[in-house]
């Protein structure tokens, strides 16, 4: 009979293994600092709390200036003010995760993070019809590397930062805020404010500070319009699958159905396999225009060549050689740095 039950199981796991799509670990989420561009365009990101209080004010002043922007928002302020998250869903915002409770993720444990990330988004889901997915902004933008593979492996494919943060919920006055957005914008610069009562000084500077910045040549754009998550693939008509890619995910992001991915590259109908490096054709899809050669980024106070690498999606090598630096262990505050795309 041992041996009638060791058979029987044996089947079960074989059948249950190749009853599923076969899909590899999700990669660790991005973390980025800034857009990798020249061009002069800016996101405007909003972290949204317990009380919500600005956010009327806030929506009131992007719709006059017809601009997009990008909420973080988390499950306690969803559940305490969801009229205002539906209001700013309906608007045509982008949705992004910042957790339920607020909790610094790198001090708990990947199990706690991975809650705190689906009870979110079940709720704004449920509230607004609209995923948070793919971006997450960390609470205190505390993150490490454990931080960023449950993150990835939760489906926040890039966890987001920022390059100039308005500190606003210290209270600041409306010259204040202005300032610190005005004096340090850049191509591709995301800019931190927040919705609470604790910043009033953000609805206040927000119409002068868009008057100002659209008179300096700038355009908003979302945090996903920013970093191109939502258009065609980056090698034109084709996609190279990366790790927790599916055919759906892969179909969604290039507004193509399954059926016409499996065709334009002869996968069998019946199957959903697809391997890690496999290049996919995609059906209908023309090459887009190239990124920026090159962008530069001034040295801050605790940046690493390895930190800067991270952010820019290269290498330590690259930076050095393309800057004519010996020492990579060693670097300046305030050197400008080339970062070659």
Not at 33 to 44: D, E, F, I, P, R
Not at 236 to 262: M, P, Q, W
Not at 330 to 339: A, D, H, T
């Amino acid at each position: 009979m041992k041996w009638l039950k060791a058979a029987v199981l044996l089947v079960f796991l074989l059948v249950t293994c190749f009853s599923f799509p076969l899909q590899a670990d999700a990669a660790s989420s991005k973390y980025v600092v800034k857009g990798n561009t020249s061009s002069k365009v800016v996101a405007l990101t909003f972290d949204d709390g317990a009380d919500g209080a600005n956010i009327s004010r806030i929506l009131q002043t992007l719709s006059t200036h017809n601009v997009k922007a990008t909420f973080f928002l988390t499950g306690g302020g969803t559940k305490d003010h969801p009229q205002s998250i539906r209001n700013i869903a309906a608007a045509g915002h982008q949705l992004g995760n910042h957790s339920y409770s607020h909790p610094d993720f790198t001090t708990i444990s990947t199990t706690k993070m991975k809650k705190e990330l689906a009870d979110t988004e079940a709720l704004v889901k449920s509230t607004t019809g609209k995923s948070t997915k793919p971006i997450f902004r960390a609470p205190f933008g505390a993150t490490n590397s454990t931080v960023l593979k449950a993150v990835g492996d939760a489906g926040y494919t890039h966890t987001l930062h920022w390059n100039i943060d308005t500190i606003d919920w210290r209270g600041l006055s409306k010259t204040q805020v202005l300032n610190k957005v005005v004096n340090n914008i850049e191509p591709g610069s995301i800019v931190l404010m927040h919705t609470g009562a604790g910043a009033p000084g953000t609805p206040a500077a927000l119409p002068e500070m868009i008057t100002k910045l659209k008179a300096q040549g700038y355009k908003f754009v979302t945090v996903s319009e920013l970093l191109q998550l939502q258009g065609a693939p980056s090698d034109g008509a084709s996609y190279t699958v990366k790790s927790g890619d599916t055919l759906y995910s892969i179909a969604n992001r290039n507004n193509v159905s399954v059926t016409e991915l499996k065709k334009a590259n002869g996968i069998p109908t019946s199957s959903n396999v697809i391997r890690v490096g496999q290049v996919l054709k995609i059906p209908g899809k023309g090459t887009t225009a190239p990124p920026a050669s090159s962008t530069t980024y001034t040295v801050k106070a605790g940046d690493t060549l390895y930190s800067i690498a991270r952010r820019y999606d290269t290498t330590v090598q690259k930076i050095a050689a393309d800057n004519n630096i010996s020492n990579t262990s060693v670097i300046s505050v305030g050197r400008v740095l080339k970062i070659a795309s």
